[in-house]
Every structure is written in C-alpha cells, then in structure tokens.
C-alpha cells in the first residue's frame, strides 16, 4: 500500500487557496494542521458507493457507526469503552464551546496549557469565561506541564481544564503518570477535564497514546475524530466520552436545544470506515510522518542552530522556538524571506515560535526546509 499525495489547491483549500490569494503562488503553505494525502482507499470507494446511490437525505448513526469506535478504542488505545459513553458533535472546536456553556457559568474560571492550540483561548474569551494560563514549562528533555503552578492557580471559581492530549503545538504524548498527577488535582479540586484527543494516533514509536480515560473515569470528558488521522476535517463530525452520567445528561440537554445533533451521512460513513477498515492504511501514513519528521528535525538542527527545534512524541507539527535569532514577527519573516507560510506562535500565545505542519510529501518538505535555511542565513 502506498500513500496518495494530492495537489491541494484549487478546490478551496484553506491550507493552499486561502494563502494563494492573500500572498501569491510562489509560497508554499506548511501551517493548518491538515494533511497533503488523500485518505484511505477503503474511505473513498465507501463514498462512491454512496454518491452512487444519489439519494442524500436524513441519516442515523448506526449500531455498527459506535461500535466501531468502541472496537478503535480496544485495538489501538487498549481501552474499553461503554457504548453509553459516546455522544455525537459536530467537531471537536464546537463540542469543547457546547461543554464550557453546559457545565460553566459566566465569569467561571478555565485553565488551559500554553503554548496550545489558539481556539482554546478564543471559546474562553467569547463565552464571557475567565481564561487562566497554566503553561507547560520547557526543559531538556521537552515540555512538562508545571503541577506546581497548576495547585497554586486553581480556586473555588475554577471550573475546568481544557487539556491537549497528545499536545498541540509541542507534540508531547503525556505519559499515565503526567496524566495521573493532573487527574488528582482534578478530583481533589472538583475540576472536569475536557481532554481533546485527536492527535492521538499520530504516535511515534517508542512513545505511545495514553488517553486521560485510564488516569480516571469521574470528572473526565474526551472528545475526538478520525479528521485529523485520515485527512478528513472537513466532514464535520466527532464523538465525545463521556462516562459520568451526569455530565452527559447536561451536554445532551444543551445539545437539544439549539438542535445540532443531526448526522453529516459522509461523516457518519468516514468514521465507520476509517475506524472498522482503516488500521493498516494509518501504520503506512505513520512510516511517512515520522521519515518526514526525522528529515526535518535533522536538517534543522544541522543547518538552523539558533532555532530551537522541539522533536514532536506526536502529531505531524514541528514547533520551532526562534527567540535566539530576535526576530520581531517570526512568521512574517519566513514569509518574506522563504516563501513559506507556517503558523504564527503568536496565535498559541508564543511571539517567539512558529509552528511547521510537515504532512507533505518528502520533496515539498526538503523544498520548505532549504527555503527556510536560505532565510535562516540571511539573519545572521
């Protein structure tokens, strides 16, 4: 099986069309955290079985639709799910927002991890919640979250913590243990994590995906997709984990009364192909990742000293601290002087770093690093 790289643009793209029109086709775009593959083989021919058919009206979710995930979570996470856990979204982004107006009161206080993924930030902020940073603390050996700091910021207007789990932008896959010390605090200080886990099969071997589930069952809520593994956010559709019955209960409610819990038929039929059919297709797209993965870090830290290159334990993003070069507006300048457009640590609540999505063929990725290089030099 071999993977199928595909030219992204003219189909608005985000990724590609967007940049293209706001900066020209001379750059190349390495930013938004979707990939350059088309999916699954076996996701495509469902489709066109589907498209075949030509009738698209009101879908369920089947029997088999949850038992797939179920049946994903067995074989590659070795949890058991309750099939009673899951409920429906729409996207991870917008079940995080129908959470925090759910199970939080205006004013309420939510901790998140920076550097992280920006609509952390904003779904705080617009929901007129009290956002508290917690952020995760650079060591030798990559990033660890500050415990310490965590214990002393939660008070009794603290509500939640919304973690990244495998972390975005970092890549760290927290281990049980990390996981463990955060789920105490948790249960002591009556906090619900809301864990967003769509990073979790892009792992790289030694390291390995350890969902907050097995830290605990009370207080936890995961939400997740097969978008990000198999290429394929733009159906619009996740699941969330949900074990305690009261907290499922409200999400529910809340869910009812805006009436968005209705299913995307293409959605629905991604999922349940990628999870029941998709294992062997997603060990081929983790060779390539971490070949490219492997690419860029050595070249950086080879041809790019004073960038600080973070090796990710997960997902296909590069985090790339260029505080040593004292650059006023990293991404700006990579996009002036390489061409390349990669995202703003800014945005991540890091001026400093940019971040570098390197789900591409190997070729794009070796054009992207020697523009990056030829920039790189110019700084000096």
Request: proline share 5%; net charge neutral; hydrophobic share 40%.
């Amino acid at each position: 099986m071999s993977l199928n790289f595909v030219d992204r643009s003219g189909w608005n793209s985000i990724k590609y069309d967007s940049i293209y029109r706001k900066y020209g086709k001379d750059v190349i775009p390495a930013w938004i955290a979707d990939m350059d593959v088309a999916t699954a083989p076996e996701i495509i021919e469902e489709f066109y079985k589907r498209v075949s058919h030509g009738a698209f009206g009101y879908t369920f979710r089947s029997e088999e639709y949850y038992s797939s995930i179920v049946n994903w979570y067995r074989s590659r996470y070795n949890f058991e799910l309750q099939p009673d856990w899951i409920v429906d979204g729409i996207g991870v982004i917008p079940m995080i927002s129908v959470l925090v107006n759910a199970l939080t009161d205006p004013g309420d206080k939510i901790i998140i991890q920076p550097p992280v993924y920006p609509p952390f930030f904003s779904i705080i902020r617009k929901n007129n919640r009290t956002l508290v940073e917690n952020r995760l603390v650079k060591t030798d050996s990559g990033y660890v979250m500050d415990i310490e700091h965590l214990k002393r910021v939660v008070d009794s207007r603290t509500k939640a913590i919304i973690l990244c789990n495998p972390h975005n932008p970092v890549g760290r896959a927290w281990t049980l243990n990390e996981l463990s010390e955060l789920y105490k605090i948790a249960i002591d200080r009556n906090l619900i994590i809301i864990s967003d886990e769509i990073h979790g099969d892009i792992i790289y071997s030694p390291d390995r995906f350890t969902t907050i589930l097995k830290a605990g069952l009370p207080n936890v809520i995961v939400l997740n997709s097969p978008g990000k593994t198999f290429n394929m956010p733009g159906l619009n559709n996740s699941y969330g984990i949900i074990p305690d019955e009261n907290l499922r209960k409200r999400y529910l409610e809340f869910v009812s009364r805006y009436e968005i819990g209705s299913s995307n038929i293409f959605g629905t039929i991604g999922l349940q192909i990628a999870y029941s059919k998709g294992s062997t297709w997603v060990d081929k797209l983790l060779e390539h990742l971490l070949k490219n993965r492997n690419v860029a870090y050595e070249f950086l830290r080879e041809n790019c000293p004073l960038i600080d290159v973070n090796l990710p334990q997960a997902t296909f993003l590069m985090w790339l601290d260029c505080h040593k070069l004292n650059l006023q507006d990293p991404q700006r300048f990579f996009l002036e002087k390489a061409r390349v457009y990669m995202n703003s640590g800014k945005d991540f609540g890091d001026p400093h770093s940019i971040r570098l999505n390197f789900a591409c063929s190997t070729e794009t990725l070796i054009e992207i690093l020697s523009r990056i290089k030829k920039a790189y030099d110019s700084a000096l």
